[in-house]
């Protein structure tokens, strides 16, 4: 699918020259070698107006980033999860308030950490069952093994989950190892960025009956054309994947052995950071999401459901910087909510970035992100392939950037 600007920047609101900054302080992080390379896109009212690309996508062949170029999402893969398990709820599959266990039978039982080490903690029945809605909005109390901020997260790791699923488990056998490891907190009781989307993406399988990547194929991509999104990516198309670095102190150093996962059929379809995809794909989902779950006669979801998902389900209105457990900066917490699988901006100016409030958004490890503005109709995606994310202050600049060249 061919990528291009499709509107003059000032038929869109902007000022071209404004615009142009965009480039010039994103070029500096591949001038002095903190970025490998990137892509970036702007559109406003459905039309890319801006769309960038910089350095390369592997840096030890020279390969530029091209606008095909294909990178690993990771949690940019939240969102679409998100959607898949909102387009069953309309269909009466199941209550936002139906518990997990009613899917998946190893999360009848689960136990909440109370104190101890990982060695020997100390666990205790939770209270309440673990809830659809809980899942969906990183309330449950599941945790991820690359935190390193509590002795659950090292029971992950010992259980073999860091980064990635052990090799050769499948998503119903990982669902059942997490569902026995205990929860960090009481179910609703607190947020935490966690394994919560996989654990979704096997309850869409067992409601549907099929495996994750079919289903995503014909109820997501299929409708919107994201004909290069998907789990892995074919041999024939393996040269257009983007290389995967890691922040080094001397820039940033090839890995391949977590790179190369892309390249081969994963045991566990992770709902939560498994997809590769494009600028040009993304963008289509960010169109739906911008359009009320509609783009070109494909509709995901009704416009009333996209609108309850995008608001903020924290208890009590809460944002993530009082309710959440600060882990990493995959965004500024302050002013920020979260809704039914993405970020919601409730206050800019306690968040201290120049921002529209109501945007949904989210990033992934590798520093991708993406932002959907309904109130101005725009959106903006960065892609690029550096772990961690946190490393450099991307969003808030790249927000900072967009915004101030609008001028209408």
Known sequence: MGLGVEIEAGEAGFDAGRLARIDRHLGRYVEDGRLPGWLVLVSRHGRVVHLATCGQ???GAGLPVETGTRFRIYSMTKPVTAVAAM??????????????SAFIPAFADVRVYRDGPASAPRTEPATRPVRLWHLLTHTAGLTYGFHHAHPVDELYRAAGFEWVAPEGHDLAECCDLWAGLPLLFEP?????YSVASD?????????????????????????????????????ADAGDVAALYVAGPDGPVRNDDLGGRALRRPACLSGGGGLVSTAADYHRFTQALARGGELEGARLLGSRTLAYMARNHLPGGADLESFGRRLFSETTFDGVGYGLGFAVLLDPVANKVLSTPGELAWGGAASTFFWVDPAE???AIFLTQLLPSSTYPLRSELRQLVYQALVD
């Open 87 to 100: 387009q069953l709820y309309e269909e009466g599959a199941f209550a936002l308030k139906a518990p997990v």
């Open 377 to 379: 109709q725009l959106t």
């Open 199 to 235: 654990v979704l993406g096997r309850v869409v399988e067992v409601v549907s009956g099929q495996p994750l990547d079919r289903f995503f194929q014909e109820r997501i991509f299929g409708p919107l054309g994201m004909t290069d999104t998907g789990f892995w990516v074919p041999e």
């Open 57 to 59: 996508r592997d840096l």
């Open 188 to 192: 609703g009781s607190e947020w935490n």
